[in-house]
């Protein structure tokens, strides 16, 4: 398959959950945003050169090839790992950047202030990562065989979710438990697949598994 094929094919997929364009590269830490989205979920690739509408506009210049770089190497941390595939095609240059998911959760994109926020990819969008992430990739790192304790603080969490859908900030409310101690119990639920998580009209919703 020649490059101009490979990447209309790439194209008519459109944005999704493992798929991004960007018109152009201006800014290495809005792009360290993508790359840490695709990074903490299940990867994807950014197709740089390519407008919103499908439409072949090029890389510009070797700044914004620079700027890629910037954004997996200083604007991510840990750095993320990344890979960058040039075609040419129509008399203009096309870069395929190929992130694949980390094994290093959570990739973090850092500001210029040396602030880090960890992001998902959603659909087409890349969204905050909320504190029940981050506590789900610390799970990930415990031991595989370990077992879920069904502590009164576990049982009356379930009851207090059973038959709800219900915000991080409404669970603890409605729960009176620690919101750190609610974001930790969650976590290890959400792995043990109890409790399950969803992105509803811009906010994390939880509820049973089994519901």
Same mark, same amino acid.
């Given at each position: 398959?020649?490059?101009?094929?490979?990447?209309?094919?790439?194209?008519?997929?459109?944005?999704?959950?493992?798929?991004?364009?960007?018109?152009?590269?201006?800014?290495?830490?809005?792009?360290?945003?993508?790359?840490?989205?695709?990074?903490?979920?299940?990867?994807?690739?950014?197709?740089?050169?390519?407008?919103?509408?499908?439409?072949?506009?090029?890389?510009?210049?070797?700044?914004?090839?620079?700027?890629?770089?910037?954004?997996?190497?200083?604007?991510?941390?840990?750095?993320?790992?990344?890979?960058?595939?040039?075609?040419?095609?129509?008399?203009?240059?096309?870069?395929?950047?190929?992130?694949?998911?980390?094994?290093?959760?959570?990739?973090?994109?850092?500001?210029? !202030?040396? *602030? $880090? +926020?960890?992001?998902?990819?959603?659909?087409?969008?890349?969204?905050?990562?909320? @504190?029940?992430?981050?506590? &789900?990739?610390?799970?990930?790192?415990?031991?595989?065989?370990?077992?879920?304790?069904?502590?009164?603080?576990?049982?009356?969490?379930?009851? !207090?979710? *059973? $038959? +709800?859908?219900?915000?991080?900030?409404?669970?603890?409310?409605?729960?009176?438990? @620690?919101?750190?101690?609610? &974001?930790?119990?969650?976590?290890?639920?959400?792995?043990?697949?109890?409790?399950?998580?969803?992105?509803?009209?811009?906010?994390?919703?939880?509820?049973?598994?089994?519901?």
């Amino acid at each position: 398959m020649d490059d101009k094929r490979y990447l209309l094919n790439l194209i008519s997929e459109g944005e999704h959950q493992q798929q991004d364009f960007k018109y152009r590269v201006s800014d290495a830490v809005k792009l360290a945003k993508s790359v840490s989205a695709f990074a903490n979920t299940e990867g994807g690739r950014l197709l740089i050169g390519v407008r919103d509408d499908g439409h072949l506009s090029g890389v510009r210049s070797e700044e914004e090839i620079y700027m890629m770089h910037q954004a997996a190497y200083r604007y991510c941390r840990p750095e993320a790992s990344i890979k960058f595939d040039t075609y040419h095609v129509e008399g203009r240059t096309i870069v395929v950047t190929t992130v694949p998911p980390s094994d290093r959760r959570p990739i973090c994109a850092v500001d210029e !202030t040396g *602030r $880090g +926020r960890a992001y998902i990819r959603i659909a087409d969008e890349n969204i905050v990562a909320s @504190p029940v992430h981050l506590a &789900i990739w610390r799970e990930s790192q415990r031991q595989q065989g370990a077992m879920m304790a069904y502590s009164e603080t576990v049982v009356h969490l379930l009851d !207090t979710i *059973r $038959g +709800r859908t219900l915000t991080l900030n409404q669970l603890v409310r409605a729960s009176h438990v @620690p919101r750190r101690q609610v &974001i930790t119990l969650l976590a290890r639920l959400i792995r043990f697949r109890v409790v399950r998580w969803e992105h509803v009209e811009q906010q994390f919703v939880f509820s049973l598994v089994d519901e």
